[in-house]
Nanobody, 121 residues
Framework: QVQLVESGGGLVQTGGSLRLSCAASGRTFRPVAMGWFRQSPGKEREFVAD????????RYRDSVKGRFTISRDNAKNTVYLQMDSMKPEDTAAYYC??????????????WGQGTQVTVSS
């Protein structure tokens, strides 16, 4: 059984920073990719960023490029999202996701419980 445990959400002022962490547990689980998604009330869940485990290649949604940085610690099966220069529109519940690569590298079938991020103006 794969579990994703997130931490690091909270309240921050505009222009501030937060760092999210997500640890994947499971005796033999090795992710092919891990990523972050977010969802605001009344909106659909949207992709934020992800990272391919073997190569470290990253992808970002346009609105966070240059402000957010995704990274990983292979030994700890942990992915991080460093969020800088935050804006009120970054306010959302942030979800960690992991792919075992069954059908494609970015087929996310494991999800965390979510952590709230609120950016005050």
């Amino acid at each position: 059984q794969v579990q994703l445990v997130e931490s690091g959400g909270g309240l921050v002022q505009t222009g501030g920073s937060l760092r999210l962490s997500c640890a994947a547990s499971g005796r033999t689980f090795r992710p092919v990719a891990m990523g972050w998604f977010r969802q605001s009330p009344g909106k659909e869940r949207e992709f934020v960023a992800d990272i391919k485990w073997s190569t470290g290649s990253t992808r970002y949604r346009d609105s966070v490029k240059g402000r957010f940085t995704i990274s990983r610690d292979n030994a700890k099966n942990t992915v991080y999202l460093q969020m800088d220069s935050m804006k009120p529109e970054d306010t959302a519940a942030y979800y960690c996701a992991a792919s075992a690569g069954a059908s494609s590298p970015y087929d996310y079938n494991y999800w965390g419980q979510g952590t709230q991020v609120t950016v005050s103006s």
